[in-house]
């Protein structure tokens, strides 16, 4: 099936804790995305990555560091998580950037709080 | 800037009523989409409608570019359609989706 698996589902830590935050994908898809969720803010994408290596920063990047060394796998990495880093947080995956031609395809999330 | 806009915000239902649910755009679309967020928060696709009308059983989407909109139609509404619908576009350029602030949906048995 084709799916977007992150790991885990839900996840509470201490502040100051690093964690990382797996997303992988089955599909061959070039693009990968990160967004996390907030009440009255909405889903914001934080980081994404176009290819193999090649990453940029989304519209909320601090705190947060990614890589991509594989087509597959895009983690998110919290080195010294904070509690306003307390979200709902999707990865994305789309055949090419733009949405390619079915779109983007969600993982189920990850429920993070930071005590 | 660049928009998407939701409405209504808000919408309860009978079980069994049928239901709007509108997405306007400020700008032309390379990607449009309507997702489901379920009670435990996943997002589940429903359609990938950058242009034209699509149906899959009881609901269907209609996206009318020229005119920067889309539709979301439920028909036959069930307690298990409660939720939040979100309309979220790629304008092309920016790579990311952009997302409406959604419809909280209430179906009442």
């Known amino acids: 099936e084709a799916q977007v698996t992150q790991n885990p589902r839900y996840l509470i830590t201490v502040t100051g804790k690093k964690l990382t935050v797996t997303c992988s994908q089955n599909m061959n898809h070039e693009y990968m995305s990160w967004y996390r969720q907030d009440p009255g803010l909405g889903l914001r994408q934080i980081y994404y990555?176009?290819?193999?290596?090649?990453?940029d920063k989304g519209d909320v990047p601090e705190g947060y560091k990614v890589s991509r060394k594989e087509k597959r796998n895009f983690p998110l990495i919290l080195e010294s998580p904070s509690p306003n880093q307390t979200s709902l947080y999707f990865c994305?995956?789309?055949?090419?950037?733009?949405?390619?031609?079915?779109?983007?395809?969600f993982g189920s999330g990850t429920r993070l709080t930071v005590v | 800037g660049i928009q998407v806009e939701q409405s209504p915000p808000d919408l309860i239902l009978q079980e069994g009523a049928n239901s709007t649910l509108r997405c306007n755009f400020s700008?032309?679309?390379?990607?449009l989409q309507w997702f489901h967020q379920n009670p435990w928060g996943q997002l589940i696709n429903l359609f990938y409608?950058?242009?034209g009308t699509k149906q899959n059983g009881r609901l269907s989407a209609t996206t009318v570019a020229t005119e920067r909109y889309s539709l979301l139609y439920i028909s036959s509404s069930q307690t298990t359609d409660s939720g939040v619908y979100f309309c979220a576009v790629d304008f092309g350029g920016y790579n990311k989706l952009i997302f409406g602030a959604g419809t909280r949906l209430a179906v009442h048995p």
């Open positions: 990555s176009m290819n193999v290596e090649v990453t």
């Open positions: 994305a995956s789309s055949l090419s950037g733009g949405g390619g031609f079915s779109g983007y395809t």
């Open positions: 409608i950058p242009s």
């Open positions: 700008d032309s679309v390379n990607n």
